[in-house]
């Protein structure tokens, strides 16, 4: 099992395995990904491991639990699109039998679209998007049940109702013991942690445990508490009133409630809520120029609104697109 192959093979190669193993450990999923790469002669960057998990979990093909260092795969779903003119999207599990029965259908009577990734150098390129077209919704639930798959009429509006409300976790240790000396705490005005000496200030604080995973805690009125870092940082967002969420609706007449979520690189998502933004489309947000945003198409403003309350964001609406006429579209 050797010799440079394509990404789109690459790609499904990698869900595939993950879609035959069903779970494990997240730490030794990591080191999974990179036994692949070097097996096919692919190169990643550093974090292309991790990058690569992110991206899988949000498109649905995986869960993951770093508090547990678990991961399992998601089980093979079919779901529409929002105001996506007849798209729905395959994710999930893709195991041999999931792949052939789909394979099958797409030759017969399936209207199948497969949208490659083209992922840039260094990257574990991901599965290839299934998207499906229909012309009347009544029909999917039956297209699941000849694929054999679950279907959600739209995931990306039913996760607006699971979003999390952000808020510092239970009380907890503060940093200690012979890890103290790794001790980072989050700069806002650098949008980075930087390292520093002591605790003593509010603020989004991170050090290495004992067994050198990273651990973050966010200290209020003096009381440290747990908190996963994407949701530690739009606590530090709102403690210091600054925004890093935008959204801005499509040109095209009828379009005016759906559009683009901007969100700035150095606060990226929590998880669930990249995965509303993510299955809004089918496709990873991509990156603005400079590297400085993520952009998630296809998102309504009911969503985009859900997302930055719950982060307690004030989300920012931006003009439309200006028309090849000059006039902004109706």
């Known amino acids: 099992m050797t010799g440079r192959i394509s990404s789109t093979e690459f790609g499904g190669i990698l869900l595939r395995w ?70 729905a999207l395959l994710t999930g599990a893709r195991t041999t039998r999931i792949s052939a029965r789909v394979e ?20 574990a390129p991901l599965p290839d998007t299934l998207l499906l077209q229909y012309e009347d919704p009544r029909t999917l639930k039956d297209v699941a049940e000849l ?55 509010d603020g989004l604080y991170r050090w290495r445990g004992a067994d050198y995973a990273r651990l973050t805690r966010i200290r209020r009125n003096g009381v440290f508490h747990a908190v996963e870092r994407e949701t530690g940082v739009y606590l530090e967002l709102a403690r210091h009133r600054t925004g890093a969420m935008r959204w801005r609706p499509e040109s095209g007449q009828g379009r005016a409630g759906v559009g683009r979520l901007f969100v700035d690189r150095y606060a990226p998502l929590p998880a669930l809520h990249e995965r509303a933004a993510v299955l809004c489309s089918g496709f990873p947000p991509s990156v603005g120029k400079q590297a400085q945003t993520r952009a998630y198409d296809n998102v309504p403003r009911a969503l985009a609104e859900a997302i930055a309350a719950s982060l307690r964001q004030n989300l920012e609406t931006l003009t439309r697109p200006v028309s090849p006429t000059g006039r902004k579209a109706k």
């Open 18 to 87: 993950l879609s035959e193993s069903r779970g494990g450990k997240a730490s030794a999923l990591r080191e999974g990904v990179r036994d692949q790469a070097r097996a096919w002669e692919w190169e990643l960057n550093e974090y292309a491991d991790w990058d690569w998990m992110r991206k899988a979990a949000a498109l649905g093909f995986i869960d993951v639990d770093l508090r547990a260092d678990r991961w399992s795969v998601a089980p093979p779903v079919l779901t529409r699109l929002p105001h996506a003119d007849g798209l």
């Open 147 to 201: 694929l054999k798959v679950r279907y959600v009429p739209c995931a990306a509006l039913q996760l607006t109702e699971l979003l999390p409300q952000a808020e510092p976790g239970p009380e907890s240790a503060p940093p200690g013991g012979s890890t103290a000396n790794t001790l980072e705490k989050y700069e806002l005005r650098l949008q980075r942690f930087v390292p520093v000496a002591r605790d003593d200030e």
């Open 104 to 123: 099958e259908a797409a030759q017969e009577w399936m209207e199948l679209i497969t949208v490659p990734h083209r992922p840039e150098p260094g990257e």
